[in-house]
């Protein structure tokens, strides 16, 4: 890299990084950041009263294809990657529903419900898993607002406010026992791992995602806010569209990074994109 172009590289980053402000501004931003998330609260109540009945009308609908969320499951790029297990898949090949309960009062917190026909590897119709809200101290002496909006909802934390509940899991025998066959592995190198990775490496059955408490994972918030609320596109395969999308932008923003000045070097004309 040039001198002067290393020179301009660096002036542009002093300014970004160049951090000016007020005491006043910063309780301005804050009092903005919380009028959002007053709404956002708002918003998303409304959402889950209108989705609600939507939702269990589908359920019927999708009870009735074979198979539906065990390839909806599969076809999530991100959720694909935890059901590499054979076993796994062949317990997930009797999964007839997914369910999302939330919480009416605070909807970031909610129950995730799998529900199983009779098969051979456990006696459970439905394994549950919950993630459930833990108000914080003082919050019960608020008075909620018009809108049944307290302070500490809107000071909200995944970390410290959700607290996820392990499911027992009736295994019809030690050989069946996938999660005690596939454990989850605590020393395994998260920062070694890729895209390309399978994660069973690391998490083990998929079934661990409800015999365990944690979800360092976040797959159950993958389910409940991403494949649940658009399991029919998952099933048809329209996230690759989305993908082949992303891929498209993500070419052109090489093309343009590619394209970055050097103050000692003429610039190329960009030609025309077709």
Avoid at 24 to 37: M, R, T
Avoid at 60 to 79: N, Q, R, V
Avoid at 126 to 134: D, F, G, H, P, S
Avoid at 212 to 218: F, K, L, Q, S, V
Wanted: with cysteine; hydrophobic share 35%.
């Amino acid at each position: 890299m040039s001198s002067n172009k290393r020179r301009a590289d660096e002036a542009e980053r002093n300014v970004l990084e160049d951090l000016n402000i007020s005491d006043e501004e910063v309780k301005a931003l804050e009092v903005i950041s919380k009028e959002q998330n007053r709404l956002e609260i708002i918003i998303d109540r409304e959402a889950e009263a209108r989705f609600k009945p939507i939702y269990e009308k589908r359920r019927d609908t999708l009870a009735k294809i074979d198979k539906f969320w065990p390839i909806a499951i599969g076809k999530h790029p991100e959720l694909d990657a935890y059901i590499q297990i054979n076993e796994d898949q062949q317990a997930l090949s009797h999964l007839k529903d997914v369910n999302v309960i939330r919480d009416p009062k605070e909807t970031r917190a909610f129950i995730l419900e799998f529900h199983f026909e009779p098969n051979d590897f456990f006696s459970d119709a439905v394994l549950r898993k919950e993630y459930r809200y833990v108000a914080p101290e003082g919050a019960a002496d608020e008075t909620p607002d018009a809108d049944g909006i307290t302070p500490s909802m809107l000071e909200f934390d995944w970390e410290m406010n959700i607290e996820p509940q392990p499911c027992e899991i009736h295994w019809k025998s030690a050989a069946k026992n996938l999660v005690a066959k596939y454990p989850y592995t605590e020393d395994v190198d998260a920062d070694a791992m890729d895209e390309e990775t399978d994660m069973s490496e690391q998490f083990g059955s998929f079934f661990n995602l409800f015999a365990r408490a944690a979800d360092e994972h976040e797959l159950g918030p993958t389910i409940a806010d991403d494949l649940y609320p658009n399991a029919i596109d998952y099933f048809f395969g329209k996230h690759e569209d989305w993908e082949d999308e992303e891929e498209e932008e993500d070419s052109e923003d090489d093309d343009d990074d590619a394209e970055e000045i050097d103050l000692e070097k003429p610039r190329k004309k960009k030609g025309g994109r077709r």
